[in-house]
């Protein structure tokens, strides 16, 4: 079994900060891309940032110059340090991985988190 645990989300101010982690767990061989994207009410789930093994990031246009992605390979662990967060921001925030159980897998396989809220309120 493979789990991501997140953590780190919560309510603050417009221009505050916040940083979420994932963590992953479980029969893992190797962890190819990690990233998070975020869901508001009424709207598809989106992109924010991803994050290569090798560390190549990708940033959705609205969060570029704000949000910070980075990752701990040894601990398997992504965050994402969020700062001058807007009201647009708020949503529910899912990490993804793509995940090689064993060496013998064959395939990366996609797995998520259980999402965490993010609200930005005055």
């Known amino acids: 079994q493979v789990q991501l645990v997140e953590s780190g989300g919560g309510l603050v101010q417009p221009g505050g900060s916040l940083r979420l982690s994932c963590a992953a767990s479980?029969?893992?061989?190797?962890?190819?891309?990690m990233g998070w994207y975020r869901q508001a009410p009424g709207k598809q789930r989106e992109l924010v940032a991803t994050?290569?093994?090798?560390?190549?990031?990708n940033y959705e246009d609205s969060v570029k110059g704000r949000f910070t992605l980075s990752r701990d390979n040894a601990k398997n662990t992504v965050y994402l340090q969020m700062n001058s967060l807007k009201p647009e921001d708020t949503a529910v925030y899912y990490c993804?991985?793509?995940?090689?159980?064993?060496?013998?897998?064959?395939?990366?396989?996609?797995?998520w988190g259980q999402g965490t809220q993010v609200t930005v309120s005055s």
């Open positions: 994050i290569t093994l090798s560390g190549r990031t």
């Open positions: 993804n991985a793509e995940i090689l159980r064993t060496v013998y897998s064959g395939r990366y396989l996609d797995y």
């Open positions: 479980g029969s893992i061989f190797t962890i190819n891309t």
